[in-house]
């Protein structure tokens, strides 16, 4: 049985190996729906794992990305 922290570590492993698919999609993801969806879920796992500035960069695309689907107000 493993450790907390070596559990951890493999959680860690696991969201790193995710994101270099994540990051693949972004690069050439065209729906906006899929692309926030994968920019809301990776902002939010960066800053579960300590990745604070991938997690803010990924949280401002998401905003965008919102701020464009949502009509304006009249």
Known sequence: MST???RL???KLRFL??????LDIIRTE???E????VVH?????AGTFGYTSLSVAAGEVDDQL???RTPPMT
Do not use: I
């Open 66 to 68: 919102m701020t464009k």
């Open 34 to 37: 899929r692309l926030r969806a």
């Open 17 to 22: 190996e995710r994101t270099r698919g994540d």
């Open 4 to 6: 907390p922290a070596e």
């Open 9 to 11: 570590e493999q959680l």
């Open 30 to 32: 065209r729906d906006p």
């Open 41 to 45: 879920r990776l902002s939010g796992a």
